[in-house]
Structures are given as C-alpha cells and as structure tokens.
C-alpha cells in the first residue's frame, strides 16, 4: 500500500507564491516519476509538470518560468514553488507518484487526494 499526502494550498493574491509538497509512503521499492497535475470544475485533470527519479522535467507551457519543481529522493518527496501566481491557476492540485513495481509495465500510479490553490484579490 502507498499513501501519497499534499499540503500547502491555500488563498494567495495574483503576484504571490506558494509552495506545496508531496510525500509519498508505503510499500516502495522506488519511485520512477513524480509529479503535480490540476483540475478545475467541468475540466479534466490536467498536468502541471513531472519529474523523473534522475531529474528530467516536464512542465506545462503555461507554467513554465514560473513554477519549479524539485524533489528529495531520499524523503520520496518534491516540492512545487509557484511564483507569480495567476487567477487561471486557481485548481485543485493533485500530486502523482509512479511507483516502481517488478511486473510491467514496471509501474503503479498513486494519486493524493489534492490541495485546492485559489488566487484572488
């Protein structure tokens, strides 16, 4: 069993930032790729940016520049900082861990249960 946990939503003016992070628990052997997706009311999830177990990233258009993400193997845990947050970034963000498993396709996807982010004045 994997338990995957954000924390550090919450209400920020457009300009501000925040910062959420993402641990994942359990039984793991290893973790091949981390990530931040979002989703709003009517729209499907969507992704944010990943990053693998050796550091290669891949971050939406939209936010690129602007947020980053950086992870702490040791502590199967990454990080998101949001700098010049906007009101279109207003989301539920859901973070992904794709944990190793030994049987193709050699990887299990756990999803947390998501931190709602709302910029507004």
């Known amino acids: 069993q994997v338990h995957v946990v954000e924390s550090g939503g919450g209400l920020v003016q457009p300009g501000g930032s925040l910062r959420l992070s993402c641990t994942a628990s359990g039984n793991i052997f290893g973790i091949n790729r981390m990530g931040w997706y979002r989703q709003t009311p009517g729209k499907q999830r969507e992704l944010v940016v990943t990053?693998?177990?050796?550091?290669?990233?891949n971050y939406e258009d939209s936010v690129q520049g602007r947020f980053t993400i950086s992870r702490d193997n040791a502590k199967n845990t990454v990080y998101l900082q949001m700098n010049s947050l906007k009101p279109e970034d207003t989301a539920v963000y859901y973070c992904?861990?794709?944990?190793?498993?030994?049987?193709?396709?050699?990887?299990?996807?756990?999803w947390g249960t998501g931190t709602l982010v709302t910029v507004s004045s």
């Open positions: 992904n861990a794709n944990v190793f498993d030994p049987r193709p396709p050699y990887g299990m996807d756990y």
């Open positions: 990053i693998t177990n050796v550091g290669g990233t």
